[in-house]
Nanobody, 114 residues
Framework: QVQLVESGGGLVQPGGSLRLSCAAS????????VGWYRQAPGKQRELVAA???????NYVDFVKGRFTISRDNAKNTVFLQMNSLKPEDTAVYYC????????WGQGTQVTVSS
């Protein structure tokens, strides 16, 4: 089965940056779209960014110009570079892979606070 492991979260001040990583196992990674989602306490999980197998990326409006999603198929890894972070970005961030079934990582905590 496919396994996804997120890392790179932590505590950062407003205006700071973090880079999240999603390390994937499984042979379907190279032909699958991958997305980053986030979930704040008491809130519903929401899409942040997605990238196709060919490297085409899309973003929700509230992160455009601040976040960049990328992938390295040779390393079976997807990244989320987050700049100009705001307190509203505080959440657990999850990696998602869409194949015949949907796969999720365990999440990594991002806290933006002074």
């Amino acid at each position: 089965q496919v396994q996804l492991v997120e890392s790179g979260g932590g505590l950062v001040q407003p205006g700071g940056s973090l880079r999240l990583s999603c390390a994937a196992s499984g042979s379907i990674f190279r032909i699958s779209a991958v997305g980053w989602y986030r979930q704040a306490p008491g809130k519903q999980r929401e899409l942040v960014a997605a990238i196709t197998s060919g490297g085409f990326a899309n973003y929700v409006d509230f992160v455009k110009g601040r976040f960049t999603i990328s992938r390295d198929n040779a390393k079976n890894t997807v990244f989320l570079q987050m700049n100009s972070l705001k307190p509203e970005d505080t959440a657990v961030y999850y990696c998602h892979l869409q194949g015949f079934l949907d796969y999720w990582g365990q999440g990594t905590q991002v806290t933006v606070s002074s």
